[in-house]
């Protein structure tokens, strides 16, 4: 049972380049969601999709984009990656409201450095 | 704006302690209230969830508490082992039709010493 799978796990860019980061969850979840982690800021969410081809703007956007063309998958862009985007990047997912516990999963973590 | 602060930021106990971590949000409209815990370079594992109409959540040693009025939350742990040393975060879930995402507070660092 693999839960929230991220990749990669660890990766370096320079500045102004651009990659994906791809969500895989196994558990059927509707609802995922993508976060940074920094210190003294706590998690921030910066996008998140209700379902299948949906996607919505959380409180730190700017910078990415997101797409959810399969239920189980959820890509976050950097077109052109910044310093500021050096974080710890997590994926989430859960039930939809009533379905069952509505306990939500976290993947590992992608760690990006941007030079 | 719903927020939540967890105080303190960080705190060490010998191991055996019995200890409380609290956590508050500003808005008591919520649908439920979630625990995590995170380890150094790994993420967040959620340990107990209080639904909005529950007072508490049990696991093991671990005592989630919800006052919704009061907009508190307390999770207790007993006995505390050095096992436990981890950081603590807390999320709640404001209530509407199910689509507002978690909100987290900064978290509690633990540290439990042999």
């Known amino acids: 049972n693999a839960g929230v799978t991220q990749t990669p796990k660890f990766r370096v860019l320079k500045t102004g380049q651009s990659m994906t980061l791809l969500c895989a969850q196994d558990m059927n979840h509707e609802y995922m969601y993508w976060y940074r982690q920094d210190p003294g800021m706590g998690l921030r969410l910066i996008h998140y999709s209700v379902g299948e081809g949906t996607t919505a703007k959380g409180e730190v956007p700017d910078g990415y984009n997101v797409s959810r063309l399969k239920k189980q998958n959820f890509l976050l862009g950097l077109e052109s990656a910044a310093p500021s985007q050096t974080s710890v990047y997590f994926c989430a997912s859960r039930h939809q409201q009533g379905y069952g516990k509505n306990i939500q999963y976290f993947g590992a973590g992608t760690r990006l450095s941007v030079l | 704006k719903q927020e939540v602060t967890q105080i303190p930021a960080a705190l060490s106990v010998p191991e055996g302690e019995n200890l409380v971590l609290n956590c508050s949000f500003t808005d008591s409209a919520i649908y439920n209230l979630q625990w995590f815990r995170q380890d150094p370079g790994k993420g967040l594992t959620s340990l107990l969830l209080?639904?909005?109409?529950?007072r508490e959540q049990t696991s093991g040693r671990l005592n989630a508490s919800l006052d919704k009025s009061s907009g508190r939350s307390t999770l207790y742990i007993a006995a505390s082992q050095p096992g436990d040393s981890a950081t603590y975060l807390c999320?709640?879930?404001?209530?509407?039709?199910?689509?507002?995402?978690?909100?987290f507070g900064k978290g509690t660092r633990l540290s439990v010493i042999a």
């Open positions: 999320a709640v879930r404001p209530e509407n039709s199910g689509n507002t995402p978690l909100v």
């Open positions: 209080i639904q909005s109409s529950q």
